[in-house]
């Protein structure tokens, strides 16, 4: 260890690290991974981060960040061969680090349940290396009682017991897409889960400059809170989303009926914006990962269950409501917004693929833009859509519109002039000089 100072992030918060500069190890270098490795190496730790792909290592290594996040490359750049380094090789990043952080993917298998597959071998790996002057954090979402069997996978295999070989650590992650680098620099919540006090102290000392509370508690506890969050999150929008449905009915705009719900202290506006329903790589998985672990303790998981169901169905609205103004066989149609949410090129479980699908089983030819997303939309779509280069090609395109993604730049009224704009984010307000319709409103 050696002395740290004060650091400047660039982010509304000076942190500092209480004199203590750490090595640390990032195993994963996905939205999470990144993220954070970048973030503690702006706050002047050692920072190796891993990955099995070794052309997201040469391009973190550049100074180029793999995926797209707002303030993601401006930070990258600053730390890339200073701070950060990245490796494909796991060894000398774990034997060199006193906190490795497992930050790989959890994706959902069929049956809605999660895969352990990339954690476990991650894990294995980064023990097989550690001794007891290490922690390991488990920073990847695990459905609760994970890292407990990944302590017991470890001693199986390799002998290797927590609390004597290694330090054991469950620190969730709570950043959000679009706003993830703020997220990491200002906290609402620190959450660290232990076995015992001493691990959980190593890891506390790496977050003694933030400003937010730090709470500790036992693995299983850490783990659920992470899903309790993003499942209430959830529930959140597809209420609002279900109230929405009846709102239109009722030709009552439900964004309104939530700004007034909203002012309850009890219950606040955020994720009370309804619209075509949530997606992305966290709440889709986790709420099926959840319901799922209600389903595997015998426990019938009746609101979460009915999340789903109306988030699966609300991306169907906004082409039932077209198709009653417009006929879509052999239209043509201009998409704007192919990201689940702004500031990110994530298409990951994004509601606009189902929009998308359901305009071309009803023959529409769709011409789609997005200001970050394309390159992932070519990989799901191919061939099937065209894809606008700026976003006048895509206008230009049709006098049809359907908005699926709320970015800034959409939200120029005169844009619309003359349009029959489907608006799925209600990213437009005043609904002048266009015939204009919204999937809740």
């Known amino acids: 260890m050696s002395q740290g100072k004060k650091a400047k992030t660039g982010f509304g918060l000076a942190i500092s690290h209480s004199g203590v500069i750490l090595r640390i190890s990032v195993v994963g270098t996905g939205y999470v991974g990144l993220i954070t490795g970048c973030g503690f190496a702006k706050l002047g730790h050692k920072v190796s981060c891993v ?12 100074g180029e960040p793999p995926i797209y996040e707002k303030g993601l490359g401006e930070l990258l750049k600053e730390v890339a061969g200073k701070n950060l380094t990245a490796t494909a090789d796991i060894g000398p990043s774990v034997s060199g680090a006193e906190l490795v952080f497992i930050a790989v993917g959890t994706p959902s298998r069929e049956d809605g349940a999660m895969d352990n597959t990339y954690v ?38 390799l002998g290797k017991k927590a609390g004597l070989d290694y330090g054991l650590l469950m620190s969730p992650e709570f950043l959000r897409e679009g706003r993830a680098v703020d997220d990491f620099f200002n906290p609402d919540r620190i959450v660290i889960g232990a076995n015992d006090s001493k691990t959980a102290e190593k890891l506390a000392s790496l977050y003694a400059g933030f ?6 508690t036992d693995l299983k506890t850490a783990e659920m809170i992470k899903y309790a969050s993003n499942a209430f999150l959830a529930t959140k929008v597809s209420f609002a989303n279900e109230i929405g449905n009846l709102c239109k009915a009722l030709s009552i705009d439900v964004y309104e009926v939530m700004d007034g719900v909203g002012m309850d202290k009890r219950i606040g506006r955020s994720f009370l914006n ?14 099926k990962a959840i319901v799922s672990c209600f389903k595997q303790n015998g426990i019938e998981p009746k609101i979460l269950s009915k999340v789903i169901e109306v988030n699966d169905e609300q991306p169907y609205k906004i082409v039932e409501i077209a198709k009653k103004k417009i006929k879509l066989n052999g239209k043509k149609v201009a998409v704007l917004g192919l990201s689940f949410k702004p500031d990110s090129d994530d298409m990951r479980e994004a509601p606009s693929i189902k929009v998308i699908e359901k305009l071309l089983d009803g023959g529409a030819k769709v011409k789609a833009y997005d200001p970050q997303a394309i390159g992932n939309a070519r990989k799901i779509f191919g061939g099937k859509i065209d894809y606008a280069k700026t976003q006048k090609e895509a206008l230009d395109y049709s006098d049809t519109v359907f908005i699926l993604t709320e970015w800034e730049a959409f939200r120029d009224e005169k844009l619309y002039a003359g349009k029959i704009v489907f608006d799925g984010r209600k990213v437009l307000q005043k609904k002048s000089g266009s015939d204009y319709d919204g999937v809740c409103w």
């Not at 007891?132 to 890292?147: L, M, R």
């Not at 400003?211 to 500790?216: A, G, I, L």
């Open 51 to 62: 990955d099995i792909d070794k052309n997201k290592v040469e391009k973190i290594n550049r």
């Open 120 to 157: 476990e071998k991650a894990f294995l790996e980064a023990v097989s290396y550690a001794d007891s002057s290490k922690a390991i954090v488990v920073k990847s979402t695990v459905v609760p009682g994970t890292t407990d069997s990944l302590a017991a996978l470890a001693e199986k295999k």
């Open 274 to 287: 309804a619209g075509i329903g949530y997606g992305g790589s966290c709440f889709p998985k986790d709420v």
């Open 211 to 216: 400003k937010c509370p730090v709470m500790k």
